[in-house]
């Protein structure tokens, strides 16, 4: 929030105000603040609550993302290695199959990485023209969408950890077991996976 000297642009400077040992000057922000957002200086603690269960589970979403990133990255790998292989492909169907379970899962984290890119861009915007109306609007907006991220996350890093269990490291395993694994297992459910990511499309 710019152009009132109220130096408060994030999240942890708002909280920082608590700890400021210029007391007048701190609640002399908080006030501005509570202005801005419409709302009793009393209140702001119960705003901090709001805000903090919102992002704190976007954090978490976002932490499970970068973990599941490396996983999948090892099977697209692995994916292209199967390809390769001669018997593999011989059988068109199989190769076919291999690409649109690529397209889809990369096609799935791309998504997601599009989601935290956009909640990133609204959630500097709120604090660079803080109001009540603007946290409302921020806070649906990332809620709407928590049902989403949860689903898809959730269907990725199933099928994730089921491939790294069955095949933890490139060796394990012929290219052949390999592709009918991706043909069983990898490929039933990725269709409901993608039906809850349709749900929700980002501009």
Same mark, same amino acid.
Not at 17 to 29: E, Q
Not at 108 to 128: G, S
Not at 132 to 146: C, G, N, P, Q, T
Not at 187 to 197: E, F, K, T, Y
């Given at each position: 929030m710019?152009?009132?000297?109220?130096e408060v642009?994030t999240?942890?400077? &708002?909280?920082? !105000? /608590?700890? =400021?040992?210029?007391?007048k000057?701190?609640?002399?922000?908080?006030?501005?603040? $509570? +202005?801005?957002?419409?709302?009793?200086?009393?209140?702001?603690?119960?705003?901090?609550?709001d805000?903090?269960?919102?992002?704190?589970s976007l954090?978490?979403?976002?932490n499970?993302?970068?973990?599941l990133?490396?996983?999948?990255g090892?099977?697209?790998?692995?994916?292209?290695?199967?390809?390769k292989?001669?018997?593999?492909r011989?059988d068109?169907?199989?190769?076919d199959q291999i690409?649109?379970i690529?397209?889809?899962m990369t096609g799935?984290?791309?998504? &997601?990485?599009? !989601? /935290?890119q =956009?909640?990133d861009?609204?959630?500097?915007?709120l604090?660079?023209?803080?109001? $009540? +109306?603007?946290?409302e609007?921020v806070?649906?907006?990332?809620?709407?969408?928590?049902?989403?991220?949860?689903g898809?996350?959730?269907g990725?890093?199933v099928?994730?950890?089921a491939?790294?269990?069955?095949?933890?490291n490139?060796?394990?395993?012929?290219?052949?077991?390999?592709?009918?694994?991706?043909?069983t297992?990898m490929?039933?459910?990725?269709a409901?996976?993608?039906a809850?990511?349709?749900?929700?499309t980002t501009?």
């Amino acid at each position: 929030m710019g152009g009132d000297d109220l130096e408060v642009t994030t999240f942890q400077d &708002l909280v920082g !105000l /608590f700890k =400021d040992p210029d007391v007048k000057k701190a609640i002399a922000k908080l006030k501005t603040m $509570a +202005e801005k957002l419409n709302i009793q200086l009393d209140q702001i603690p119960r705003f901090l609550e709001d805000y903090g269960d919102i992002f704190l589970s976007l954090s978490y979403y976002r932490n499970c993302l970068d973990r599941l990133q490396p996983l999948l990255g090892n099977f697209v790998q692995s994916m292209h290695d199967i390809k390769k292989n001669y018997q593999v492909r011989q059988d068109t169907n199989l190769i076919d199959q291999i690409g649109k379970i690529e397209k889809l899962m990369t096609g799935l984290v791309e998504f &997601l990485q599009r !989601l /935290f890119q =956009d909640f990133d861009n609204q959630t500097q915007d709120l604090w660079d023209n803080l109001s $009540a +109306e603007r946290f409302e609007e921020v806070k649906k907006l990332i809620s709407d969408y928590h049902t989403t991220i949860g689903g898809v996350l959730c269907g990725l890093t199933v099928k994730m950890n089921a491939w790294v269990y069955r095949y933890p490291n490139p060796r394990s395993g012929s290219p052949m077991s390999k592709g009918e694994f991706i043909m069983t297992d990898m490929r039933q459910g990725l269709a409901s996976i993608r039906a809850v990511a349709s749900g929700h499309t980002t501009q």
